[in-house]
C-alpha cells in the first residue's frame, strides 16, 4: 500500500477532470475505484469533497488516499515516436530560447495538450523534439486554447517549471493578445467583469464546452460560477465593422476571452462558439459577416509576453508576430502592425 499523497495541480493541469487526472497520474485505476474514493470521501480537492467530474484548478491540491500496489503505479513515460516534418514544424516554431525557458510561437489549429478529441499531435507530445542537447523534455507551464496561436512558455528543468508556475499563479506575469472583433466597443477602453460558468448539457452546438457569462452581482449566489476580469483597449478600427482589439486576462478562466468580448456584443472574428461566425451576428453595423476575403479561423494571438526571467532576474519581454490568416486581414484592412504600442495599458506608453 503508498502512503496518502498530496499534489498540487500545475498550470498546464488546469481545466482537466479529475478522474482524467488520476488517470495521467495511476494508468492503473479503474473509473470504478474513482468513483467508490469520491464517494467515500477519501478523494479530496483542498480538503473538501467532490465529483470525479470536478474540473480542478491551478494550485489546488489533490488528497489521494493509500493505494494498492498495481494501482500506485506511475505512469510511464511515453515517448511516442515524432515524424520528422512535425518535429521540424515545432522547432520552426521557437521564438527564443536559453539554458532555462523556451519560447514558442504556437500555430493556430495545434492543441498545447492531449485530452478529449485532440488526438495526439499536440505541443505537449511533440517536446521530444525541443531537447536540443538536454536529457528532459521541456515542460509546459501554462496553455493556450487549440485555436488560439501566439506565445507558449515551456521550462527546461524542474526549477524553472515551478517559478514560472508560481510567477503565473501570483500574476506576476504580463500577458497581452491581440484579437479582431465584430463592431466597435464602446467605451474604447475598459474592464469586463462578467463570471463565468460552464454551460449545462452537451449537444452538437458544443454546449458542454462552453463557457456562460453571469452577472458580477450574481457570481457569489451561482454555483460553480467564478469571477474573471479582462481589460481591454482599442488599437484601431476598419469603419464600423471590424476592431483590432489589445485584450489583457487578468484571470486565467476558460474561454475567458473569448466569452467576455461576445458577451459585450463584440465577439472574435473566426469564433463560431461564441457567435464570431460569418454565418451570425449579421445585423448592420456588426457581426462578423464583414464580407471580403477574411479568414474563417479564430482571430486570437497571444501577441506579447512579460516577465521575470526566474534566474536572471532580467525582465524578459517577448513578442510573437501575428499567424498567417490574421495577418492577411490586418493587411486587407490597413492596420500596421507597428503603429500598436508594445503595452497600450501602460500609462508610462507615450
Known amino acids: 500500500m503508498s502512503d496518502v499523497q498530496l499534489k498540487t495541480i500545475s498550470p498546464d493541469e488546469a481545466e482537466l477532470r479529475l478522474d482524467r487526472w488520476l488517470r495521467k497520474q495511476f494508468p492503473h485505476l479503474t ?51 515524432i515524424h520528422r516534418s512535425d518535429a521540424e514544424m515545432i522547432q520552426d516554431c521557437v521564438l527564443w530560447k536559453d539554458e532555462h525557458i523556451i519560447a514558442l510561437n504556437k500555430p493556430a489549429g495545434l492543441p498545447s495538450q492531449g485530452g478529449s478529441g485532440q488526438g495526439d499531435r499536440h505541443v505537449d507530445g511533440l517536446t521530444e523534439a525541443l531537447k536540443f542537447g538536454f536529457k528532459d523534455r521541456p515542460k509546459l507551464v ?6 488560439t496561436s501566439g506565445l507558449l512558455l515551456l521550462a527546461r528543468t524542474d526549477r524553472v517549471a515551478r517559478a514560472l508556475s508560481e510567477a503565473l499563479r501570483h500574476r506576476n506575469v504580463r500577458k497581452i493578445y491581440w484579437a479582431a472583433v465584430a463592431g466597435q466597443p464602446n467605451p474604447k477602453a475598459g474592464s469586463i467583469k462578467y463570471g463565468l460558468i460552464k454551460a449545462a448539457g452537451r449537444g452538437r452546438g458544443g454546449e458542454g464546452e462552453k463557457m456562460v457569462c453571469i452577472h458580477p452581482r450574481a457570481v457569489a449566489e451561482t454555483e460553480g460560477a467564478k469571477r474573471a476580469h479582462t481589460d ?12 483590432w482589439m489589445a485584450l489583457v486576462p487578468i484571470t486565467g478562466r476558460t474561454h475567458q476571452l473569448r466569452a467576455h468580448m461576445a458577451e459585450i456584443g463584440h465577439p472574435i472574428i473566426g469564433d463560431g462558439k461564441y457567435g464570431g461566425s460569418s454565418t451570425e451576428n449579421q445585423g448592420d453595423g456588426w457581426g462578423a459577416g464583414v464580407g471580403g476575403d477574411l479568414s474563417r479561423k ?13 534566474i536572471t532576474k532580467e525582465m524578459l519581454t517577448l513578442s510573437a508576430p501575428l499567424p498567417e490568416h490574421m495577418q492577411r486581414t490586418w493587411d486587407y484592412v490597413g492596420w500596421n502592425v507597428n503603429h500598436a504600442p508594445l503595452d497600450p495599458f501602460n500609462m508610462d506608453n507615450e
Open 142 to 147: 501554462h496553455r493556450l486554447d487549440k485555436d
Open 298 to 310: 479564430l482571430h486570437l494571438h497571444a501577441r506579447t509576453l512579460i516577465i521575470e526571467h526566474p
Open 31 to 81: 473509473q470504478g475505484r474513482i468513483e467508490k474514493m469520491c464517494r467515500k470521501g477519501e478523494l479530496r480537492v483542498d480538503g473538501g469533497r467532490v465529483k470525479s467530474n470536478h474540473r480542478l484548478e491551478h494550485g489546488q491540491k489533490v488528497r489521494i488516499p493509500p493505494l494498492n500496489e498495481a494501482d500506485g503505479q506511475p505512469a510511464p513515460r511515453q515517448i511516442r515516436k
Open 232 to 243: 481591454y483597449a482599442l488599437q484601431d478600427t476598419a469603419g464600423t465593422r471590424l476592431s
